[in-house]
């Protein structure tokens, strides 16, 4: 820039901080600043597979017969609405459900967590370069507002393979994937002018996998899976040992959420005789590898992981455990499943449950608890 000359930022500059100056990730804190951090007290809700379906002229195909309706996704949000002020479950299905805070009253969630695939069909597919329709159907639905038509917490948007496989056309391949990745980027990176609607602790430009803390709590949103090269994608494995080492290091609890599973759906291969992917097949992965499982053990194993949470199958509600990890995944959003997670200094509370009417009414199906060590 010449002496004298003033300098003015184009939009894209001020939207995503392209001034050439990277956004410094903040430094750990001293012993002093770690006794200043307020103790831990998160309510939270995780869900996943929002598949947004509308389309220019109604929805994309078969969306209808499936669910993927937008009054499916009313239904969800009132029910996500209406969760503060509620008890948490004493009883599910007769049973006693084993919640620490069996109770008591459930707090306003401080986020909605999403698990990938906002959408159906790559942000709504169009012709020309454009806001992609279902995109615009997820940020009217699924980013904090006020009435009865969208979510009234904020939310902590994540990537699915329905959101980051589809192509485009040869001139514009990756059209459809820099648009969805364009929409994490501006609700969650901080920069030098532009202050994101939900700005992450930590942001990582190549991946697009970001963090956060909620008090001593980390939290940390990987899109389908930290490691992911798939279609372009830029393994965030690098950047999650760092995030991990700088905000995680003091034995504080972490919490990883991610698209894929450690489920049979998640982990199915190519089976050679069926000709499809399934259970029994010994070909390649459809979805993640034990490779890429096995590498991201590695980078979490010696941190204190209390949970891992995903999405991607759809039906069924799931509450396991696989390689030292507790591993958490709602029915899906358009189906009305939730997670509704209390963390505490002392104790991890964790609810599935699903919307079962138009007024916020919510079914509780499963429950899960532990202790926690203080970290």
């Not at 948490?88 to 306003?108: D, E």
């Not at 059209?175 to 994490?184: A, H, L, Q, S, V």
């Not at 949970?307 to 591993?327: P, S």
């Amino acid at each position: 820039m010449s002496a004298g000359k003033p300098f003015f930022p184009t939009r894209r500059e001020v939207l995503f901080g392209g001034l050439g100056m990277a956004v410094l990730p903040l430094l750990a804190g001293t012993d002093r600043a770690r006794a200043e951090t307020p103790n831990i007290d998160a309510t939270f809700v995780f869900t996943n597979d929002v598949h947004a379906c509308r389309m220019a002229s109604g929805l994309s195909p078969n969306c209808e017969q499936e669910g993927k309706t937008d009054a499916n996704l009313l239904r969800h949000i009132a029910a996500l609405n209406g969760l503060p002020g509620r008890k948490w479950p004493a009883k599910i299905g007769g049973k006693s459900s084993g919640l620490a805070g069996a109770g008591k009253k459930i707090a306003a969630p401080l986020g909605v967590v999403v698990g990938g695939d906002m959408t159906d069909d790559g942000g709504g597919q169009v012709t020309v370069p454009s806001e992609g329709t279902q995109l615009l159907q997820f940020s009217h639905r699924y980013q904090q507002g006020v009435g009865p038509d969208r979510v009234h917490f904020p939310v902590y948007a994540g990537l699915g393979n329905h959101d980051l496989d589809q192509d485009g056309p040869p001139q514009h391949v990756d059209w459809y994937r820099r648009e969805m990745r364009d929409y994490i980027e501006i609700n969650h990176r901080p920069s030098v002018i532009f202050k994101p609607p939900v700005p992450a602790t930590n942001y990582d430009l190549d991946s697009d996998n970001y963090s956060w803390d909620w008090g001593r709590l980390h939290l940390v949103q990987t899109h389908r899976f930290a490691g992911d090269t798939a279609k372009g994608a830029v393994s965030s494995l690098p950047w999650l040992k760092n995030d991990l080492a700088t905000y995680a290091g003091d034995g504080r609890p972490v919490i990883i959420f991610q698209h894929y599973g450690w489920d049979p759906f998640s982990i199915e291969k190519w089976d050679p005789a069926a000709q499809h992917f399934d259970d029994d097949g010994n070909g390649q992965p459809h979805w993640w590898s034990e490779a890429d499982r096995q590498a991201l053990h590695a980078v979490l194993s010696g941190y204190n992981v209390i949970g891992v949470f995903h999405g991607h199958q759809h039906e069924t509600a799931m509450i396991y455990h696989r390689d030292g990890l507790d591993i958490f995944k709602p029915k899906a959003a358009f189906m009305g499943g939730f997670g509704l997670v209390h963390v505490t200094d002392r104790y991890m509370d964790v609810v599935l449950g699903e919307a079962v009417g138009n007024e916020g009414e919510v079914m509780f199906t499963d429950a899960f608890s532990k202790p926690l060590k203080a970290g």
